[in-house]
C-alpha cells in the first residue's frame, strides 16, 4: 500500500523545508510527496528540484482547493493525505492514522489533532518549542484505538483518506477558491455518502496556522470567510458552524 501526501504551497518555502524534513523522518512505509506550488517566487520550485521531490508548478496562485485537487489527480497512492505546508508531523503520524482509517470499512477521512485548529481537534498538549513537541510524541503518538473518536467534521490541514472516497464523492468544491470551507464542504460529502469521519486522539503534528492566508489583508480574509460561510449555506441550507 502506497500513501501519497499532497502539500499546496504558496511562498512557504520556509514552512516547506521543514514540514517534509519531518515527513522525511518520521514516516514508515511506502509514500509518495507531490508539492503543488501555487506560482510561488521564493525559490520552491528549485527547491523540490534540488531535494528531489515531484512537484507541479502552477503559472499562478489559483487557491488551496484547486492545487489540492491538482495534486490528487497526480497522485498514485492507494491512500490519500492533503497537508497544510505549515504542518510539522512526528512519530508514528501517519502509521497510527493509516489504522484508523482502515479500522472499518465506513471510515471514510480521518485527521489528527494540533495545537492550531478550532474544534475538537484541539491538542491539550503543552510544548514551547518544535524539540519540545518531537520530545513529547513518542507518548502523546502512542498508538492507542480508544483514542479514535467520531466526529461531524475535521479541518482540512491534514486529512487523510482512501483512493475510494475521490472515486465516489470526487475532488474538493473548487467554488470555494482561494479557500475556507472547502474541508467542511468535503466533510459534509463524505458523511452524505455513508461515511465516518474520526478524530485521532492518537495522533500529534504541530500546526503554524493559517500560513497562507496570513499574506492577505485582514479586511479581505474576513471578507472571504464570510463569502465562503454564504456558499456553503446556499450548498447545503445549513450553518456549518453547527459542527465547531
Same mark, same amino acid.
Given at each position: 500500500?502506497?500513501?501519497?501526501?499532497?502539500?499546496?504551497?504558496?511562498?512557504?518555502?520556509?514552512?516547506? =523545508?521543514?514540514?517534509? *524534513?519531518?515527513?522525511? %523522518?518520521?514516516? =514508515?512505509?511506502?509514500?509518495?510527496i507531490? !508539492?503543488?506550488?501555487?506560482? /510561488?517566487?521564493?525559490?520552491?520550485?528549485?527547491?523540490?528540484?534540488?531535494?528531489?521531490?515531484d512537484?507541479?508548478?502552477l503559472? =499562478?496562485?489559483?487557491? @488551496?482547493?484547486?492545487?489540492?485537487?491538482?495534486?490528487? $489527480? !497526480?497522485?498514485?497512492?492507494?491512500?490519500l493525505?492533503?497537508?497544510?505546508?505549515?504542518?510539522?508531523?512526528?512519530?508514528?503520524?501517519?502509521?497510527?492514522?493509516?489504522?484508523?482509517? @482502515?479500522?472499518?470499512?465506513?471510515?471514510?477521512?480521518?485527521?489528527?489533532m494540533?495545537?492550531?485548529?478550532?474544534?475538537?481537534?484541539?491538542?491539550?498538549? $503543552?510544548?514551547?518549542?518544535?524539540? $519540545?513537541?518531537?520530545?513529547?510524541?513518542?507518548?502523546?503518538?502512542?498508538?492507542?484505538?480508544?483514542?479514535?473518536?467520531?466526529?461531524?467534521?475535521?479541518?482540512?490541514?491534514?486529512?487523510?483518506?482512501?483512493?475510494?472516497?475521490? *472515486?465516489?464523492?470526487?475532488?474538493?468544491?473548487?467554488? @470555494? /477558491?482561494?479557500?475556507?470551507?472547502?474541508?467542511?464542504?468535503?466533510?459534509?460529502?463524505?458523511?452524505?455518502a455513508?461515511?465516518?469521519?474520526?478524530?485521532?486522539?492518537?495522533?500529534?503534528v504541530?500546526?503554524?496556522?493559517? =500560513?497562507?492566508?496570513? $499574506?492577505?489583508?485582514?479586511?479581505?480574509?474576513?471578507?472571504?470567510?464570510? %463569502?465562503?460561510?454564504?456558499? @456553503?449555506?446556499?450548498?447545503?441550507?445549513?450553518?456549518?458552524? %453547527?459542527?465547531?
Amino acid at each position: 500500500m502506497k500513501t501519497s501526501i499532497v502539500i499546496p504551497t504558496y511562498n512557504g518555502l520556509h514552512l516547506l =523545508a521543514p514540514c517534509i *524534513e519531518s515527513i522525511r %523522518r518520521y514516516t =514508515a512505509g511506502s509514500y509518495e510527496i507531490i !508539492v503543488v506550488d501555487n506560482g /510561488s517566487s521564493d525559490g520552491t520550485v528549485q527547491w523540490c528540484r534540488q531535494e528531489a521531490i515531484d512537484f507541479v508548478s502552477l503559472p =499562478a496562485n489559483l487557491g @488551496f482547493p484547486q492545487a489540492c485537487n491538482i495534486g490528487l $489527480q !497526480v497522485a498514485s497512492g492507494d491512500v490519500l493525505v492533503l497537508l497544510n505546508n505549515d504542518i510539522v508531523v512526528s512519530h508514528r503520524w501517519l502509521s497510527n492514522m493509516l489504522a484508523c482509517l @482502515f479500522a472499518k470499512d465506513s471510515i471514510g477521512i480521518v485527521g489528527p489533532m494540533s495545537n492550531y485548529v478550532s474544534g475538537s481537534q484541539k491538542s491539550e498538549l $503543552q510544548y514551547s518549542s518544535l524539540e $519540545q513537541f518531537h520530545a513529547l510524541t513518542p507518548e502523546a503518538n502512542r498508538h492507542d484505538p480508544e483514542k479514535w473518536v467520531e466526529v461531524q467534521r475535521l479541518v482540512g490541514f491534514c486529512m487523510v483518506f482512501r483512493r475510494e472516497l475521490v *472515486e465516489r464523492i470526487g475532488l474538493l468544491d473548487e467554488r @470555494f /477558491s482561494p479557500g475556507h470551507y472547502e474541508d467542511d464542504d468535503y466533510c459534509h460529502r463524505a458523511r452524505e455518502a455513508g461515511y465516518q469521519l474520526y478524530m485521532c486522539g492518537d495522533t500529534h503534528v504541530h500546526h503554524y496556522g493559517s =500560513a497562507s492566508f496570513r $499574506q492577505n489583508q485582514p479586511e479581505s480574509l474576513q471578507l472571504l470567510i464570510e %463569502r465562503n460561510h454564504q456558499l @456553503f449555506m446556499e450548498k447545503w441550507g445549513f450553518d456549518p458552524h %453547527r459542527y465547531i
